[in-house]
């Protein structure tokens, strides 16, 4: 039988249980400056570095939110091609590491990383970025990754939501129900579901989870009796079959996606396969201004760019606003 990691009932305030693989800064805590969280003082001239080439919002209104998602390919997982080992075994990771913060993640408002690689020297590379972002962490169960999100401090985390499948892939789900600047909210979704190995894994046990955490979110939203709309977005591990059974049953459920099935490439697999297998899915109650795959507009999305050495995934922009705030509960979910 599932654990569910967070009971919720209804009329109760329950606060985050804390786990130890689970970190969370919530509402009315303090972003702590760089003494207070051993980073050096040159770390944090780094972070106002790329906060104000990268800190402001990629649409400049109060109304529109940015989010990225993107699985980093933790060092501890990227096979050194003709070496035989690990990158997480030569000190060389430091710098995609930063690559990728610079490059990608800075600037956004909101942060859902996948393959986040729970280790200290990793930790401290996204010391800078904690220093503008509130941050929410949590590990799969036996395994050195998990998910992060990362929410810029001008909104408001009202829920770290945390779910542990408890299933043969060690997966977790990492969710924020947000305030954001403008007052209205929005639960966010982190996602990182199996690797489809075989027959099994991408037609029963991705839909099992992904089912499975719907359900969560779905339950937490109606204890919560607020129109809140939901976003679901990362890694689904989409391959290139013509339907996909995850996108299908979000889609029967009321989601939209920002992205088409089978349009779109974000995905080298270690078996040298492109696929398209990073979305972003939302409910009623969300409008999608603008969406990007990749950091480089120039390149078609439907291609793995050959230059492209930040991770086995391309980042995927979204700008959204939040809208129809009249709805009932149950005409969103």
């Known amino acids: 039988m599932l654990q569910r990691v967070?009971?919720?009932?209804?009329?109760?305030?329950?606060p985050t249980i804390k786990n130890t693989r689970s970190l969370v800064v919530k509402e009315g805590n303090a972003i702590p400056d760089h003494d207070q969280l051993g980073v050096s003082k040159a770390v944090s001239d780094v972070a106002s570095s790329?906060?104000?080439?990268?800190?402001?919002?990629p649409v400049a209104t109060l109304d529109c939110t940015s989010l990225v998602c993107f699985n980093l390919l933790a060092?501890?997982?990227?096979?050194?091609?003709?070496?035989?080992?690990?990158?997480?075994?030569?000190?060389?990771w430091k710098d995609r590491c930063k690559k990728i913060i610079e490059q990608v993640l800075l600037g956004n408002d909101i942060i859902c990383l996948q393959e986040y690689w729970f280790d200290k020297k990793h930790d401290?590379?996204?010391q800078p970025l904690e220093l503008?972002?509130?941050?929410?962490?949590f590990g799969r169960p036996n395994k050195p990754d998990g998910l992060a999100l990362f929410i810029r401090s001008n909104h408001t985390i009202i829920e770290q939501?945390?779910?542990?499948?408890?299933?043969?892939?060690?997966?977790?789900?990492?969710?924020?129900?947000?305030?954001?600047?403008?007052?209205?909210?929005?639960?966010?979704?982190?996602?990182?579901?199996?690797?489809?190995?075989?027959h099994f894994d991408e037609n029963i046990l991705r839909v099992q989870q992904i089912t499975q955490y719907y359900d969560y979110i779905k339950e937490y939203i109606q204890n919560t009796g607020k129109n809140i709309p939901v976003i679901f977005a990362g890694d689904f591990n989409s391959s290139n079959a013509p339907r996909d059974n995850v996108v299908q049953y979000l889609l029967k459920n009321g989601f939209e996606s920002a992205i088409q099935h089978g349009t779109f490439i974000s995905h080298l697999t270690h078996r040298n396969e492109h696929v398209g297998a990073d979305y972003f899915f939302y409910t009623e109650g969300i409008k999608v201004l603008k969406k990007t795959i990749g950091v480089d507009d120039d390149i078609p999305k439907d291609i793995w760019p050959d230059n492209f050495h930040?991770?086995?995934h391309k980042p995927l922009f979204v700008d959204f606003e939040i809208t129809d705030e009249d709805q009932k509960i149950e005409d969103i979910l």
């Open 75 to 92: 060092p501890c997982y990227k096979r050194l091609d003709g070496y035989g080992m690990r990158e997480s075994s030569l000190p060389i």
């Open 6 to 14: 967070l009971n919720r009932y209804k009329g109760r305030n329950i």
């Open 132 to 137: 503008k972002y509130h941050s929410l962490k």
């Open 124 to 126: 401290t590379i996204y």
């Open 161 to 198: 939501i945390s779910y542990d499948f408890e299933d043969v892939g060690y997966r977790v789900g990492l969710a924020a129900h947000i305030k954001l600047e403008n007052g209205k909210e929005v639960v966010v979704a982190n996602v990182h579901l199996t690797f489809p190995h075989n």
């Open 310 to 312: 930040l991770s086995d």
């Open 50 to 57: 790329w906060a104000s080439v990268h800190g402001g919002r």
